[in-house]
């Protein structure tokens, strides 16, 4: 069974904002996906045994903040 975490990440506005995001969010070990909806500013991460703390770590590290 696959988990399914939701995040709003508001700073986002851009292509450049979705790759950052996906490309660190991406690397996390247990994720199979990242979709980012710039409209909605909605990060929606799935996989196995997703880390919420350390989803959260690779969006401030690519420069916003999830809430």
Same mark, same amino acid.
């Given at each position: 069974?696959?988990?399914?975490?939701?995040?709003?990440?508001?700073?986002?506005?851009?292509?450049?904002?979705?790759?950052?995001?996906?490309?660190?969010?991406? /690397?996390?070990?247990?994720? /199979?996906?990242? +979709?980012?909806?710039? /409209?909605?500013?909605?990060?929606?991460?799935?996989?196995?045994?997703?880390?919420?703390?350390?989803?959260? /770590?690779?969006? +401030?590290?690519?420069?916003?903040?999830?809430?």
């Amino acid at each position: 069974m696959s988990d399914t975490l939701e995040y709003t990440v508001s700073g986002m506005s851009c292509g450049h904002c979705e790759s950052a995001v996906k490309e660190e969010v991406s /690397a996390l070990e247990g994720v /199979a996906s990242v +979709d980012v909806d710039l /409209a909605t500013k909605l990060v929606v991460v799935r996989g196995e045994r997703l880390d919420d703390t350390a989803i959260r /770590a690779a969006i +401030d590290e690519a420069g916003y903040e999830a809430s």
